[in-house]
């Protein structure tokens, strides 16, 4: 199919809108409201061109003017851009939205990377011909993350289309009316969604900016920045972060069409400046009689493990967040019957299950974009919201795909956002969600049920065996059949089947956050059953941490100890010399149990980035690089191995992990590492030890590569002040620095074009300063760049080799002063990094048990109370929650006050006399936020 | 033939009108020239009219200088103000040539009169906000930024800068 644009001949595909068939020309038509994930709505005008019926009025100049983005192509169409007509009304409409647009551009926060500038550029509009007075807005307090400054909107509709169509939001929204129309919230307050951060992006314009950036600004072409991967879930979205000065000053989404597309939570996009925390070590520190660290050298350090590692029996821990690379030097280092991953005793079966559940599965192992194809989505005891949100935004889009199908069916195209939503209204495929709470995704859903754990996981073999048609299994014990709640489990199952009836790619999402195997299991079982029908099938479990699949990959079959069993042979005097890398223990178990691990150890090191209880506790705390300053690779939920990169070199004697560990096994002289130089020898050392992350050196180009001859560039061809950054220290600058590890430069030189999609360093293009210049990066407009994907996959469709088990659950019943303890993940407090960073550390709430009012009742409980878990030392404030499943007792996981609690337990709860509840941590109040 | 001879004598009657004219050669240092406030010498940093500093932190000096001498990090006053948390130049590299200044959006960076930066130690050719910030409003009287920008500051609210009208009240649905 081929259309003529201007008089010249161009391909054209037929589900694709003119605009973006002239982007992907790449042929500069500006516009503002169209967006490549949520297609068109014609509501800026921006996009005018000239439409010609025929020949004949080509020749004579004769059209009409059309919106690009709401015209479809067909054969043979003529179209104009460039024409007069066509350019004095792009050039009137910004005209008009400069009318009132304020003179702000050197204090705003986007300026540099505003499509709006770019825009304006780009249809010539120079001078204001307008005298009159500005329009102007008051802001709003949206809480601590994104900034607003009203003025600057252009009314495109970006903002409430992302955030309340797309991402379900409903606490911001258009207000007012003709030119007076406003965009905020009813009232001051926090944002609600956990996506809103993306707004800085959708946003055209300075409106909603990065708060912490505005306040430490630094411009888009001042950024040195590095392909990354988001270390805040096992997600792996692919980031960008940037920095100045050494510091990291923001985080951007880097697109990879196959996972996070354009869009981070907010997790991910404002949990990464811990990494500018002055609680970072700088130095290596050696604890000394007094108790004090004293700083020494590099040489002084490595000289120590490796003394500390000869004289004694070794053992490691390592880190599920920690790069496949460090971990796997360290399991080298100690021997892998005496490396222990790192995950707390409780996860470790629970991920290793999730890995060998994926492994015999045969139905498909999604990444995101293929979790938005499914047509029924079932969710058994994983809040994705809080575990892996960006599933959560996933499954929004899934159940989106009714609205497409009834399109189709009306030969709507998939970018006529506004018509499909106007068809569709409430119409959504199904979702079932189970859960022992209530969830953000329940008001999409057609179904979601509160549930003690166990019921859920009976819910699932439930639905598995009405799939295959099979009443005969009887999952629970004796009695349960006079149990009404069973029936209700079993009616539930029964109905979600029949809502089963008409999919044909049904999704199936658990995970470790129920912390029961069994609910994994029967997630399976679900996934399986539904293929057997001769249908596809999808199932995701979400793991806990950013590599927690890789650790398990690492050492999968081999038996390695967990922590308890470290514990034990610490206790047996086993151990002289513990490792651990990049890991606060007391963030995986009980304080006194890991009180008495350290304190059985003659010596502790700890390989860490932050002073934390457990660098307080070693003998020798050295600081490592964070992911943003090393290179690693990690393998996210899907099992992608996916490669990040330094953005900056790291300051002082914060060394990768991998190197201090690489230089230990060189100085013991081990055999295996002698001819093994750069991180790349490391990696490939990796895939040939474990031939289950044999896939790991493909994740990226190794340092060799070069693009066209040349280097991937760090910085924007338009880094500023290089003969001024250094020049307090000295005036004669340095070379800049080397990068011997990977094809990218920490300059602006080399070549920031063609790379593989792995290595894309930032975004930008001729004429495109903001992030909408994407699409010259990309293949097909929206869709993958041109540079392939981005990553790996090391788990492959297999043939489900070994049988699923089938377990029995016991039928949940709780004694009359007992619960069952749940966990409860949230996304700013779960995740320990990410809640210390600026921003995300105000919005924090303390941990706390939660309880329907029922079960308070029950227990004689009030709201407020101070309670403690079995014998659980720290007491913890009770919360009344009627989301919460009856019998079932909340508790905030993955802080420092519940580690010790292990999920699904019955548990009595104590009222603790006295209990004064923990102050709120909101450090400061908005800075600045107030002003206008 | 004759042309050249002419010629000659044309030149050499022009030198000597040379004789008595005023000399250009002045005794410098004793004696300094006059030299134009637009002359392109050493950089200053200024105040706006009500003497607060007008350097907003805009980073377009520092993106326009060819010899990317000037750094600078932005920050935010208390009164809402951005604000150079820093500024520096380094001197032993800049050229003069005036694209700061151009490129400043607030007349805040601006070049002066004065060239006479000689230093025995390069290192102090680097300066730093307090080498460079003055007190006064340099050749530029009146322009303001924040009374344009839409930007709210302590003391100019939103719909008080120039030209502003009054902020639109979003509950109203009249016409
Ligand atoms: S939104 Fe863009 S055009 Fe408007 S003030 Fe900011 S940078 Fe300038
Ligand atoms: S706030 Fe931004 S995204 Fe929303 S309408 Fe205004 S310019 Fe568009
Ligand atoms: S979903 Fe997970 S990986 Fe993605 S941005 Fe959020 S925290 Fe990061
Ligand atoms: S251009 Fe002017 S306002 Fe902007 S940083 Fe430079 S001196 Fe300051
Ligand atoms: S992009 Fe086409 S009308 Fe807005």
Partial sequence: MNIRIDGVEYPATKDRNLLETCLGLGLNLPYFCW??????????????????????????????????????????????????????????????????????????????????????????????????????????????????????????????????????GTDLAAQGCHDHIFFGRHEDGVLESEFAGNLVEVCP??????????????????????????????????????????????????????????????????????????????????????????????????????????????AAVGSPRASVEANFLLRL???????????????????????????????????IATMETADAILVLGEDV?????????????????????????????????????????DQRCPLFIAATAATRLDPVAARSLRLATPEIARLGLRVADALAGDNSNDYSHDNSHDNPDDHSVHREAAAIADGLRDAKRLLVVSGTGSGDIAVMQAAARVAEAFRDTGREAMLSLVVPEANSLGQALLCEGNGSPDLDALAASAEAGEIDTLLVLENDLYRRAATDQVDRLLANCQRVIALDQLDNPTTSASHLAVPAASVIESEGTLVSLEGRAQRCFPVFPPHAERHPAWVWLLATLKELGREAVSDWHHFDDVTRGCAAAIPALAGIAAAAPDHRFRNHGVRVPRQPPRYSGRTAMRANVSVHEPKQPEDEESPLAFSMEGLNRDQPAALLSYVWAPGWNSNQGLHRFQADVGGPLKGGPAGIRLLRANGGATPLPRHATAAFAVEADEVLLVPRYRIFGSEALSAISPGIRELVRPACIELCAADAERLGLADGDGVQVGDNAAALPLRIDDAMAPGCAGYTAGYRETAGLAPNTRQRLRRVAHFSPPGPTVIGSDRGGRHG | MLKSALSQLQTIWTILQHSFTRSETVQYPEQKPYLAPRYRGRIVLTNDPDGEER??????????????????????????????????????????????????????????????????????????????????????????????AGLAIAGKDKGAARNEAEPVDVRSLLP
């Fill in chain 1, 333 to 367: 280092l100690a021997g892998p019957a005496r490396f222990c991953p790192g995950f707390s005793a409780v996860e470790q079966p629970l991920v290793g299950e999730a890995l060998a559940l994926l492994r015999a599965s045969r139905a498909t192992v999604p990444d």
């Fill in chain 1, 205 to 314: 314009t300075g409106v909603f900016t990065d708060k912490h950036l505005v306040h430490d600004y630094t411009r888009k072409w001042d950024l040195q920045s590095a392909p990354s991967v988001c270390a805040g879930c096992a997600v792996g979205c692919n980031t960008l972060p940037g920095e100045r000065y050494g510091r990291l000053k923001r985080v951007h989404n880097r697109f990879n069409a196959e996972i996070n597309g354009y869009f981070l939570c907010d997790r991910g996009r404002f949990g990464a400046t811990w990494v500018n925390d002055e609680r970072r070590l700088d130095y290596p520190g050696l604890r000394g009689e007094d108790g004090r660290y004293n700083a020494i050298d590099h040489h002084g350090a490595l000289q120590r493990i490796v003394s500390s590692v000869e004289r004694g029996a070794v």
């Fill in chain 2, 55 to 148: 350097c907003v932190a805009c980073n377009l000096c520092a993106v326009a200088c060819p010899v990317d001498c000037i750094a600078l990090q932005q920050g935010v006053k208390e009164d809402g103000r951005w604000y150079p948390e820093f500024f520096r130049i380094n001197f032993s590299r800049c050229i003069l040539c005036g694209m700061c200044e151009e490129a400043c959006p607030t007349n805040a960076i601006q070049l002066t009169p004065d060239f006479e930066m000689c230093e025995y130690d390069r290192q102090n050719m680097v300066y730093e906000k307090e080498h460079l910030q003055i007190d006064g409003t340099g050749k530029y009287h009146d322009y303001n930024f924040y009374r344009v």
């Fill in chain 1, 35 to 168: 967006h490549p994930a949520m297609g068109s709505v014609g509501a800026c005008r921006q996009c005018a061109v000239l439409q010609y019926p025929d020949e004949e009025a080509e020749q004579a100049g004769r059209g009409k003017l059309v919106m690009a983005c709401m015209t479809p192509v067909s054969d043979g169409a003529r179209f104009s851009l460039e024409t007069a007509q066509a350019r004095r009304f792009r050039q009137g409409i910004i005209e008009s939205l400069m009318i009132n647009h304020p003179h702000d551009c050197p204090v705003c926060a986007e300026g540099g990377e505003c499509h709006l500038q770019d825009m304006t550029v780009m249809v010539g509009h120079r001078d204001r011909r307008y005298r009159g007075r500005k329009r102007t807005f008051r802001n709003q307090y949206l809480g601590p993350l994104v900034h607003h400054e009203m003025n600057r909107c252009i009314t495109c509709y970006r903002c409430t289309r992302f955030y309340r169509d797309y991402a379900g």
């Fill in chain 1, 385 to 425: 919201s809080n575990t892996a949100p960006r599933i959560a935004l996933a499954l929004r889009q899934g159940v989106r795909n009714r609205a497409y199908a009834m399109a189709a069916g009306l030969k709507l195209q998939d970018w006529q956002d506004a018509a499909i939503r106007n068809l569709a209204q």
